[in-house]
């Protein structure tokens, strides 16, 4: 009869342990002789491999080969692990229409895909009545927003924000954000210079908001007023 080393193609078509050959839908990786156990032992993984493309016509590939395409299968599986362990708002049981709103634009803010910009108008711990615009992106990679997805706190304008106005005191501040640049002298209202594209933001909601631009009111029974800005920037990055 045929030697073992003669007959490979025979060999593939019966169930053999995992330790000496892993096949999936032609795509085959055989460990050398001298590393025993060698093959492929996450079933998962292997899948993923032939989902991604990584399929032969039966050749054996080379060891240095699987190992590259094993590392990248592993790279993105963290990265997509760590994408979902960013998002502060996942898994969050939300009630509120606002912070449902927010949830909803968290990702794209984090990636870049989406620039939102917040107005709020409510009372702050001391009773005060206070308002301003908030840099939504900006605000998620400068702190973190699970007291807020949770309940603990609530969003609420800064004097480090936009644009901070205390109704009480008068005390009026804006400020430049990375992605934003504040025009605040501007004879019919603040408006907001995108810095990705250069488009202008307009808040006055008896205007347009501006070019890829849209507004959008919130009913929520967290504050008196909110009211969200999206910009979607055509400008490749």
Not at 65 to 70: G, L, N, Y
Request: aromatic share 8%.
């Amino acid at each position: 009869g045929l030697s073992a080393q003669r007959r490979p193609r025979r060999l593939l078509a019966a169930p053999l342990p995992k330790s000496c050959l892993c096949e999936l839908r032609g795509w085959i990786w055989r460990p050398p002789e001298t590393v025993p156990g060698a093959a492929v032992q996450d079933e998962g993984l292997a899948r993923q491999l032939v989902e991604l493309g990584y399929r032969g016509t039966g050749e054996v590939v080379k060891r240095e080969d699987f190992e590259a395409r094993k590392a990248a299968i592993e790279i993105a599986r963290l990265a997509e692990r760590t994408q979902k362990k960013t998002l502060t708002s996942a898994g969050k049981d939300l009630h509120d229409n606002f912070l449902k709103a927010l949830a909803a634009r968290e990702e794209d803010n984090r990636s870049g895909k989406v620039s939102s910009v917040i107005f709020i108008r409510d009372k702050n711990s001391r009773g005060q009545e206070v308002s301003g615009y908030i840099d939504y992106a900006h605000r998620l990679k400068t702190e973190d927003f699970e007291v807020y997805f949770s309940g603990k706190k609530r969003l609420l304008p800064r004097p480090t924000d936009m644009s901070f106005y205390n109704w009480d005191s008068h005390i009026a501040v804006w400020n430049s954000t990375p992605n934003y640049q504040v025009i605040a002298d501007n004879p019919e209202g603040l408006l907001f210079k995108y810095k990705r594209d250069r488009k202008i933001l307009n808040v006055d909601p008896k205007a347009q908001p501006g070019d890829n631009s849209t507004r959008s009111p919130i009913i929520t029974e967290l504050y008196t007023q909110a009211v969200i800005f999206d910009h979607v920037s055509r400008r490749k990055t």
